[in-house]
């Protein structure tokens, strides 16, 4: 059965038909065709996929298209604003927080909304919220740092 | 560490370059296979088998094709009309691409739907009705290879046992000769489980056949694209698919860690598809498919016996394996060492007698035998002596870090010919071990431990002191399939002074584009940001052998650096035309010749590339670029010691890694950041399959942990604030004297952390555990010995 819904992606408003069953994953990569977030498990364990809906992390592989009906869905490519990165984009590279990159976007987004909810967030709290995105090749410790780095360029602070 | 030769701007070796590949990844701009979109293109999906071992009696695809979309079922028959339905394994083992008779494990593949749409081609996969009659299933390796155990391979004819191969090295009669007279034998058996690199992109193919070009070209998760390529043609020559006209694109690879060098049915069913139909078919597993039926790690029995004298001198070592290959062996092997490099099971002690043998055995599993961050059983091996050497300290009542250290290969001894026959090239053990006992504070850990154990709190301290064997290899002993194992660099320098390098080999995450721009700029003087770096595509790359066994920069990295000296020493030529002197009178500078003792008249790197193209002296062959393939003198050997130290909770059996020290030897650094992240990320590495992560089996062959539900990958919480250090004894037979590091941690971490737990209960009487050292296992124990909350 085809839905029509209507989603606002990185603030442009979108309007898509869609099936009932296809899930919101598949609608951003397949047919919006930002092909940055990225799928990695069926179980919502590692995160890859990772999206705002609303302003809260989603893992978008198991939530379904027509539940964003109505809402705003934020995705790595819209992070960078007016050609500038986000502080959390800018210290993920000048930490090495990234290897091949795969989870990079939905340890991203998940990064992005912890800073916003908590502006100096610590080491802990940062293991706590990234505990639901899976890395196989950081080690997790160089995220921690660049998520430090972020919050203090995010209050003013000079590295 | 020495400073960097070159400044910021040219940022040769030993700068922290931010990395070149960084900008696509943080924005979301990666080119990962499924990204690939193309025109027309088609989907597949897999149907796999529920059972172990079971007779394909029927397969009924006719709901399924009525399926609007669904435009056709491939199986086994199908595939053996073009005799494609069994192919080679990187073992010259043979392979199942779709059966035509029975399955020989759970989730294999047994036809595969393709459809108009993703989800088209699921549903037809559910509605493909497979009539099969279950046959016995052999699981336990131990049963397999023993007398009158049931055949499996029927396949091969005259096969009368299960042994994939026996394999073994060092004098046995001399050792076991040593062992009777040392004075004390530790004795262990040592299992290192199944466990699976579950990088976080799954694999995946867009297989894409023209027929109006009968070209192929596959974009594949693949971290050895030219021998894929020369496979395919291997396999495929016979219905026209000849070598120049397959390509295969490497693109952007979501982790690796070995995973994605064994060619999975899935990429064949794939590549049939498309050369049937004529269309481009996209194949990408899910995680299920991926953790049940891709290739796996380690899963070796070993029985390990290690003899020393009463005041700790260590004399004689054998180890006897039983290894589980699954149903082939699709072990990614040099040919000529099936159970890898697992002679380097000797480590970084001084031992005269040694010995080592390793049964390959059949289960009813999937193929086994990844080098899993590992060059090639080194993981293993490493477990193995490391294990062993602290069940000796126990027994011996001595400080494993004191034993460690009077046992090691003294530092004037190399080049170091081990027992097993390989020479080690460079070595600082001591020197490692202290530095890791000083950053740990190893006696006030010691004197905490004291305190607590009186208290009755459980804190372990586990040392592991390794020496890694990577880069393979020399041709005079390594090749896969007959291809000898040198690796690749073609370098060209542009008009403006700009260059383009490619390489056979492929990143899935190490950094390539930045690291081997970094070689070129300390060879050439030119800036690495002007130095862009290509790999993964057969049709424009040198040929190599791929990205695996930390083998990059031994090889690759050796070949960069020789091709840009060739490249200088034609721009010394240019430059002397230039200054109308002999090449003689000049000197270097990174990125510029000039007049001995004059140094104003000089000519850059850049006029000098710029001449190549419209000033070139006469005669000279116009241009400015060289291709190199390195065949390495010898391996190389980085190690390191690693300090870990836990705590246990009495009342959950968890494992806290509190503190992991990590000094690591790599010889000479290219870029100190990313070989600290390579670490790091071993370290995780290491953590997982120490604490958490198996693929077990029960005994109908159903297997557990095949999803990340039951498999169970570190997070953020479970990894401690690596605390990382090095030395620097650099390769002497290496160009600029690296030796590799992707895999040292993955090697390393795990047997600190089971020797720290084992410290942990050491004075309850506890002289070893097997990995992974789960909560349950943990708490068993402590309930055993009375101690448990």
């Not at chain 2, 004298?309 to 072990?331: E, F, P, Q, V």
């Not at chain 2, 424009?540 to 200088?568: F, M, V, W």
């Not at chain 2, 090095?726 to 290496?734: D, E, L, R, V, Y």
Request: with cysteine; glycine share 8%; charged share 25%.
């Amino acid at each position: 059965m085809k839905h029509r819904i209507n989603v606002t992606v990185n603030g442009a408003a979108q309007e898509a038909e869609v099936d009932s069953r296809l899930l919101l994953v598949h609608f951003i990569r397949e047919q919006l065709r930002l092909t940055g977030t990225h799928i990695g498990c069926d179980t919502s364990h590692c995160g890859v996929c990772t999206v705002l809906l609303d302003g809260q992390p989603v893992k978008s592989c198991t939530v379904l298209a027509v539940q964003a009906d109505g809402c705003k869905v934020s995705t790595v490519e819209g992070l960078e604003t007016g050609g500038k990165l986000h502080p959390i984009q800018e210290a993920f590279t000048e930490k090495h927080a990234l290897q091949c990159g795969y989870c990079t976007p939905g340890m991203l987004m998940t990064c992005s909304a912890l800073l916003e909810r908590n502006k100096s967030p610590s080491e802990q709290e940062i293991r706590q919220a990234i505990s639901g995105n899976l890395c196989r090749c950081t080690g997790y410790l160089n995220i921690v740092k660049a998520v430090e780095y972020a919050a203090h360029k995010m209050a003013g602070g000079v590295s | 560490m020495t400073a960097p030769r070159t400044d910021a701007k040219i940022c040769g070796m030993g700068h922290s370059m931010k990395r070149k590949e960084d900008p696509r990844f943080i924005r979301g701009k990666g080119n990962y296979v499924d990204d690939v979109k193309l025109p027309g293109m088609l989907y597949m999906d897999i149907v796999r088998s529920p059972y172990a071992h079971a007779k394909i009696k029927k397969i009924d695809t006719s709901k399924a094709l009525k399926i609007p979309g669904v435009l056709a079922v491939i199986d086994g028959p199908t595939l053996e009309k073009y005799k494609l339905h069994w192919m080679p394994t990187i073992s010259a083992d043979t392979q199942m691409v779709l059966p035509t008779d029975e399955v020989m494990y759970q989730a294999q593949e047994v036809c595969a739907v393709i459809a108009t749409e993703r989800y088209i081609a699921a549903d037809g996969a559910d509605a493909v009705e497979v009539d099969y009659e279950p046959l016995p299933v052999t699981v336990d390796p131990l049963k397999s290879i023993a007398p009158g155990a049931p055949v499996l391979r029927k396949d091969k004819k005259d096969k009368k046992d299960n042994l994939a191969f026996h394999w073994e090295a060092g004098d046995k009669a001399d050792t076991e000769r040593a062992l009777a007279a040392a004075d004390v034998v530790a004795e262990q058996y040592v299992y290192v489980p199944r466990i699976h690199v579950a990088s976080m992109e799954t694999c995946g193919c867009v297989a894409d056949f023209n027929p109006a070009e009968g070209k192929l070209t596959v974009y594949m998760t693949t971290q050895a694209p030219h021998a894929v390529r020369t496979v395919f043609a291997l396999v495929a020559g016979h219905v026209g698919l000849s070598e120049e006209r397959i390509r295969i694109i490497s693109p952007d690879i979501g982790g690796g860690f070995g995973g994605k060098v064994p060619v999975y049915p899935g990429y064949v069913i794939a590549v049939a598809a498309s050369v049937v139909i004529g269309k481009p078919v996209k194949w990408i597993e899910d995680r299920m498919e991926n953790l049940q039926a891709d290739s796996f790690a380690r899963d070796y029995h070993m029985k390990v016996r290690l003899g020393a004298r009463k005041d700790g001198t260590m004399t004689a070592l054998s180890i006897k394996t039983i290894a589980d290959h699954g149903y082939t062996n699709a072990s990614a092997n040099p040919m000529k060492y099936p159970a890898g490099l697992f002679s380097i099971c000797t480590g970084s002690y001084d031992l005269k007698h040694a010995f080592c043998e390793v049964d390959a055995v059949y289960t009813h599993k999937p193929p086994g035998g990844v080098a899993y961050r590992c060059s090639f059983r080194v993981t293993e091996a490493v477990h193995a002596i490391e294990r062993v050497v602290d069940v000796l300290a126990q027994k011996l009542k001595m400080d494993p870090a004191e034993l460690r250290m009077k046992n090691f290969i003294a530092p004037e001894r190399f080049p170091y010919k081990s027992v097993l026959g390989w020479e080690y090239d460079s070595g600082n053990y001591p020197a490692a071990l202290k530095k890791a006992m000083d950053i740990a504070g190893y006696d006030a850990l010691r004197k905490e431990q004291a305190e607590k154990r009186k208290k009755g709190e459980l804190m372990g301290i586990g040392i592991c002191s390794f020496t890694e064997i990577v880069g393979a290899g020399p041709s005079k002993d390594f090749d896969i399939l007959g291809i000898k194992m040198f690796d690749s660099a073609e370098i060209r320098v542009h008009p403006t002074g700009k260059a383009i390098a490619r390489f056979g080999t492929k990143s899935q995450g190490q950094g390539h584009e930045t690291t081997y721009a970094q070689i070129v700029a300390e060879e050439l003087g030119i800036p690495a940001s002007d130095v862009q770096v290509e790999e993964g595509d057969t049709d424009t790359a040198p040929y190599g052998l791929g990205t695996y066994a930390s083998r990059s920069t031994p090889t690759s990295g050796a070949a960069a650096s020789l091709a840009a000296r060739k490249i200088r020493n034609k721009a010394k030529a240019i430059a002397a035309h230039l200054l109308e002197c002999a090449e003689a009178d000049l000197d270097w500078v990174p990125g510029k010749f000039f007049i001995k003792g004059v140094p104003d008249k000089a000519k850059t790197i850049q006029e000098c590339a710029f001449a190549a193209y419209t000033n070139m002296p006469q005669g000279m062959e116009p241009g400015l670029e060289a291709t190199h393939y390195y065949d390495p003198p010898n391996l190389t050997f980085p190690f390191g010691s690693y300090i870990c130290v836990v705590d246990l909770d009495r009342g959950t059996g968890e494992v806290k890694v509190r503190r992991f020290v990590a000094v690591d030897d790599c010889g000479n650094i290219i870029n100190p950041m990313i070989v600290d992240g390579q670490i790091h990320g071993g370290l995780a590495q290491g953590v997982g399959p120490a604490l958490y992560e198996e693929i077990s089996y029960d005994e109908d062959g159903n297997i557990s942990g095949g999803s990340f539900l039951d498999y169970y990958v570190p997070t953020a919480l479970e990894c401690p604030k690596w605390e990382t250090d090095k030395t620097i004894t650099p390769s002497p037979h290496h160009p600029f004297g690296a030796k590799g590091v992707g895999e040292s941690a993955t090697v390393g971490a795990p047997p600190a952390i089971a020797n720290a737990v084992v410290d942990a209960l050491s004075h309850l009487g506890v002289t070893h555990v097997d990995i992974p050292v789960t909560p349950e296992k943990v708490w068993q124990l402590l309930k055993a010995k009375g101690v448990a909350e």
